[in-house]
C-alpha cells in the first residue's frame, strides 16, 4: 500500500524547511512555502532549494564575525609613512 498523503513544504523564520500534510494548516511559527506533492516529490525540493541547513541566525553570526576577522588593517608604505619617527622593532 503506498502512502497516498500530499505533503506541503513550510519555512520558519530560520529558514529551515520541514514537510507538513496539506490538508492541514501549518504549526504556529511555520508558513507555506508554495510547494506541495509526494514525500519523495518534496523532499527532492527541500533539497534543491535548501542547500544549506544551518539556522538563519547561525549563518547570520558567522558571516559577521567573518567580516570582523579578515585581519589587520593594511600598513601605510607611502612615503609619509616611512618618514615616520615611530620604529616598529
Known amino acids: 500500500m503506498s ?3 500530499v505533503y506541503q513544504v513550510v519555512v520558519n523564520d ?6 507538513w500534510p496539506a490538508r492541514t494548516a501549518p504549526p504556529a511559527g511555520w508558513r507555506v512555502e508554495g510547494f506541495q506533492g509526494s514525500e519523495e516529490a518534496c523532499m527532492a525540493h527541500v533539497d534543491r532549494v535548501w542547500p544549506d541547513i544551518r539556522p538563519l541566525s547561525l549563518r547570520r553570526r558567522l558571516a559577521e ?4 576577522a579578515s585581519g589587520p588593517a593594511p600598513v ?3 612615503a609619509s609613512a616611512a618618514s615616520s619617527p615611530v620604529v616598529d622593532r
Open 65 to 68: 564575525s567573518a567580516d570582523h
Open 3 to 5: 502512502d497516498a498523503t
Open 76 to 78: 601605510d608604505t607611502s
Open 14 to 19: 530560520e529558514e529551515q524547511h520541514a514537510l
